[in-house]
């Protein structure tokens, strides 16, 4: 059994009428769905990294199915995971300026008012029994901790410093600012500043008295400053999202991964001043 959500190509509607209305009009009268308009293919592309067509919350898959045109249909799965899948689909509907209709209720979602996002609200919702930032914490304490440590580095809660040095090789996880019970995102800083950058930072700004430079700030001393995920192939700025203890290996194996093979070893380029080591951007 499912619960139908759609979205559409259109301004934001007045109310739910309005909304069923103009989503019906666009409906194609065709017997072959007319491929997706351009904005319903970002939003497929986008509802891809979170949502991926094998993820429980869908009732029948491929998702790309249910497009035609400037429409497309979105079948979810009855469920606990239910409340957390309609706000993560309308949050990235909106992000696309479609609009969002609840089949089942006959009712439209339309954007807040004081242009917050529907996941700003989930605490209204009873939270899951293991909740995402209990996930989180036993990713960093039982599995991220223990990897790094044997590649060479010390510390703990999601903060590090590579051993045998008196300059300063961190890695950090940082979190976003989007946590929840629901989900938490985060990505992994690189920083190499040596000794003599910190003492002089220390000396010309008195207000910095930190005995290291942060893991996930830059600056203020001259460094080298870098995300994991820009020494990625292909790069990028990476944020990696847990919801549940199920997201973990998967997360674990990527994340841990660049940080074997290519966070650690150019840690150690940097502070060796190997001619391979990547330059610090201007």
């Known amino acids: ?13 007045e109310d739910a009428p309005a909304a069923l209305a103009a989503l019906d009009r666009l409906r194609s009268t065709g017997d072959e769905p007319a491929p997706p308009a351009p904005a319903v293919r970002a939003f497929l592309d986008e509802l891809a990294a979170v949502l991926p067509d094998d993820h429980a919350a869908w009732s029948s898959a491929p998702v ?9 249909d979105l079948p979810l799965t009855y469920g606990d995971g239910l409340t957390l899948a309609m706000v993560t689909l309308v949050d990235l509907a909106h992000r696309q300026g479609l609009v969002c209709v609840d089949l089942a209720a006959e009712d439209v979602y339309l954007p807040m008012d004081d242009g917050s ?21 036993r990713f960093v304490r039982d599995v991220v901790s223990p990897a790094l440590r044997a590649l060479g580095l010390q510390g703990s809660g999601g903060t590090y410093r590579l051993r045998g ?20 995102s985060f990505t992994v800083n690189l920083t190499v500043v040596t000794a003599s950058a910190w003492a002089a930072a ?6 910095v008295t930190l005995r290291r430079p942060s893991a996930n ?43 074997r093979d290519r966070g650690v070893p150019e840690l150690r380029r940097q502070l060796a001043r190997d001619p391979r080591a990547r330059p610090s951007e201007p």
Request: charged share 25%; proline share 8%; aromatic share 8%.
């Open 1 to 13: 059994m499912s619960y139908d959500l759609a979205v559409y190509v259109g301004p934001q509607p």
């Open 64 to 72: 790309a199915d249910g497009a035609d045109g400037a429409t497309l």
């Open 202 to 207: 220390q000396e010309r700004w008195p207000e």
């Open 165 to 184: 040095t008196d300059d300063h090789a961190l890695v950090g996880l940082q979190r976003g600012h989007d946590g929840s019970a629901w989900q938490v």
């Open 117 to 137: 996002a529907y996941a700003d609200h989930l605490d209204v919702v009873e939270p899951p029994e293991d909740p995402a930032t209990a996930v989180y914490a």
């Open 217 to 259: 700030a830059q600056g203020p001393a001259e460094g080298w400053y870098e995300r994991l995920g820009m020494l990625a192939d292909p790069p990028g700025d990476r944020w990696w999202t847990l919801r549940t203890q199920d997201d973990v290996a998967a997360v674990a194996e990527e994340v841990l991964g660049l940080l």
